[in-house]
């Protein structure tokens, strides 16, 4: 592959565009800059790594049928080809010889504009957005030595730049007779530190860097034509009743000036209160482009030989070339929505991604609608009402009892033969805040739901949605417990590996690892048998009683309005905010044992061999949402040194000591723990050997 750099790569890869036919793809990319990676570092046998820095235009045919389904195609202007355009930020580390790839490009979701896959599947990354948007530091390199190329692209429309973030650029629908689209939003601020400005896209996952959709007034006093006024309300949870701050003591602007896209309340946002400002927006972007980049992106770059300016595609592809994408979080849902929407299928009919695996990505991705908020979530407090949960929720068809509907998130690509073998890996804090069960038993938590033959799921019990950076902080700034350490990486490093031995070599992955109904390992939150865990001081750290209170994030049916496609996670919301339906789905959560470790699942060395109990829940401080549950946090408790210590405290869980007698037993108990699950196959060879010699230098672990 020839290798062009620095500003004569500009030049050559920006010239005109040829005419071609029309068709949703890539038309361009302009390659700004090719540099040598990590400082020209070697991997092993695959050698040096290359980064290339660029950006793709493409453009789509608003009447295919592809492309109909996305949210004001329509109503977005078109170019001279009678097409709608985007563009986006990519960026591309391959090794500097192609042939010392392993035959996959990785395609990774970014979230929010920030990079992944890096620091979840390479251990040791320093962590920070800005460290991992940089590519400043491989950790181990783990991708690296096995040969990965990995790509990322900007696709949602709302992030702004800074940082290292990707963005995308989306064109702004307009009304017919070329007017501004106007519409209801509600904006929930919820924040960690106390701020008298936020911008309109602000919130708890977001903070000031998404835009959000401009005010169509700045004068938060008068009345639109059909009456309509903005409000700001604050509650102390997502279940107390709004109470209204008046309209005198807040603006729109930046506490200086007035501006269509920030709010500011002088007398301050607070920390563990939810702020609601509903109100008229304007322009919305036509976000559910994203999706088409993704698509036409990954069509490009897997089998096209040039752009139409003639520039060389500037990753290895063809015959034998997997493409996988993978995205964590925000990023797994956007996955998991591509899919269901019917985006896996390229306009010529055939598969995009031949592998998917959205880590910690349960519920679906709003993208595909009016004045889309993709940046929010799905708390049992924060962003609780907005979009993330419509059914369906499983892979393969169910009947849903409340909305009458059978669905299933594979329909389209099962019927036009696109589905990519997926693998679906979440943790236990899926269950507690993120409704995972609903994707592994029928809508009411009454049996278990079958699974298609090219989909495999894995749930990391007792683990949270990311793990903390160690060391842990001895006294946790907004949770009652310290956070769950336990990590992703060992596992994810296998289940990455059995998806692409499945895509590439036609090896089938081990079954999935799920709790489960039938064997009581899936049960109702009340019928948790969780340990009384006292409060301790055990490191010379106070830790308050683990308390288990039976909570879990409930969903129930929800209606948007008559415009609202809740099958498909699209459309106009016109019900701000939504209308809850009285009955609820059967959320279910994992079973535990006597120390709270969850019994099912992918079990990992570090809850076979526990220094402590690891759970997938944690509760806020009390005056923080009224103790409601730590947002995307679990809990970390350890266990006592010896059994005079537990017993002193009155804990029932067995010490270090009776556990594990000397550190030989210790060792040799993480020794299997790990052969074993090599046996499974859900860890590398080389990752049980690590922990094994970690832990035979060691000796017991005292902290995680």
Partial sequence: ???????????????????????????????????????????GAAGAFERVIGRAHGEVDPKEPGNATIQDIALAPRNARGLVAYDTDVEILRPADPAKGNRVVLFNVVNRGNKGALNLFNADVPPGNGVTNRLENPGDGWLQRQGYTLVWFGWQADVLPGDGRMPFSAPVAQAPDGSAITGTVRAEFALQKPATVQNLGSGWFTGMSTAGAPAASTDNAAAFPDGFRPTLTVRASATAAPVPIPASEWRFGDCQAPNDRQVCYP??????????????????????????????????????ERDDAGAPNPVAHGPGVKRVIMGTSQSGRFI???????????????????????????????????????????????????????????????????TGRRQGLLDRCTADGTCPKLVHAATALEFWEGRQSLGVTDPLGRADAPEPAEVRTFIMASTQHAPPPLPLPAAPSLCTQQSNPNPHTWTMRALLTDLVEWVRDGRDPPPSAVPRIADGTLVAPDELRFPAVPATRYGGVDRPPLRYSAAFDALHVLDRGPDWRPGESSGVETLVPPRRGMASYGVLVPQV????????GVRDVYVRVPIGTYTGWNAFRPELFEGGFCNFQGSFVPFAATRAERDAAGDPRPSLAERYPTPDVY?????????????????LPEDAARLTAEAKRDGVRTGP
């Fill in 593 to 600: 044992d006597a120390d709270g470790i969850d019994v099912a």
């Fill in 1 to 43: 592959m020839p290798r062009i750099r620095g500003r004569r790569a500009a030049l050559l890869f920006a010239g005109a565009v040829a005419a071609t036919p029309a068709a949703a793809r890539i038309t361009r990319i302009d390659v700004l800059r090719v540099e040598p990676a990590f400082g020209g570092a070697s991997f």
């Fill in 267 to 304: 007398a301050g946002f607070q920390p563990g209160r939810l702020y609601d400002l509903t109100y008229r927006a304007k322009d919305p972007l036509v976000m559910g482009l994203g999706f088409a980049a993704a698509r036409d992106l990954g069509t490009f770059l897997g089998t096209a």
């Fill in 667 to 683: 060792a040799a108990a993480v020794e299997r723990a790990g052969a074993d699950l090599v046996a499974a196959r859900l860890m």
């Fill in 336 to 402: 998991r929505s591509l899919v269901a929407l019917g985006f896996n299928r390229g306009e010529d009919g055939t598969r995009v991604f031949d592998g998917a695996l959205p880590h910690i990505g349960g519920g679906l991705m709003p993208l595909n609608m009016r004045f889309a908020q993709p940046g929010r979530a799905w708390g049992q407090q924060i962003d609780h009402d907005y979009p993330a949960y419509d059914f369906p929720f499983t892979y393969a068809p169910e009947a849903d009892p409340l």
